[in-house]
Structures are given as structure tokens and as C-alpha cells.
């Protein structure tokens, strides 16, 4: 199983950026999965999740209405729209498949700077 994010930077207060994860060694479509972010100093924070077909999203409350997350079966990718970024949007954003409840694996990350 292999996670492959890309897509972050740093961007000002404001701007947006749209994140990328490359799913491999496994059929993406069979999955819920989603995005975790761990913010330096901190514990990791769920972030969003789409069910296997995409017909369902689901969000945490501090990115409710700027983040869309989004899957494309077809090509084992998912992704992750940011807009209106904010300072504590700042973290290492890591991509998540979930099974059976669990977030049971996790990409490298990428990180997302967000300046004020």
C-alpha cells in the first residue's frame, strides 16, 4: 500500500491550494479515506473523509465550507481543495485510507504554510 501526497506550499492568508494523493498497490475505490493534518507541536487533527464511492463527505468544523475533498476511482486519487486558508491551517497534511473503522495507513505528507 503506497500514499503519495503533493500539492502543498506555502501560501499567503487568503489563497488556496489543492492537495493531491496517489494511492497504489491497492483499488482506491474499495476504501472510505481521507485527510489527517498535524500542526507542529501538536496531535494529529482529522480533517475530512469520503466514503468509497465519493457519495459522502464529511468535515471537521474549522475547515466546514472552505475545504472540499473530492476522489477519483479511475485513477486511485484523491483530493483535497483548500480554500480561504488561514495561519492555523499551517500543518503536515497526510492522506489516510480507513478500514474497518481505522485509519490503518498513512502517506509521507505534505506540508501546507500558511502566512499571515
Known amino acids: 500500500v503506497q500514499l ?3 500539492g502543498g506550499g506555502l501560501v499567503q492568508s487568503g489563497g488556496s491550494l489543492r492537495l493531491s494523493c496517489a494511492a497504489s498497490e491497492f483499488t482506491l475505490g474499495y476504501y472510505a479515506i481521507g485527510w489527517l493534518r498535524q500542526a507542529p507541536g501538536k ?3 482529522w480533517v475530512s473523509t469520503i466514503s468509497s ?3 459522502s463527505t464529511f468535515y471537521a468544523d474549522s475547515v466546514k465550507g472552505r475545504f472540499t ?3 477519483d476511482n479511475a485513477k486511485n486519487t484523491l ?3 483548500m480554500n480561504s486558508l488561514k495561519p492555523e491551517d499551517t500543518a503536515v497534511y497526510y492522506c489516510v485510507r480507513k478500514t ?3 485509519y490503518d495507513y ?3 505528507g505534505t506540508q501546507v504554510t500558511v502566512s499571515s
Open 4 to 6: 503519495v501526497e503533493s
Open 69 to 71: 475533498i473530492s476522489r
Open 53 to 55: 464511492g465519493g457519495g
Open 106 to 108: 498513512w502517506g509521507h
Open 100 to 102: 474497518g473503522g481505522q
Open 43 to 45: 496531535g494529529p487533527e
Open 79 to 81: 483530493y483535497l481543495q
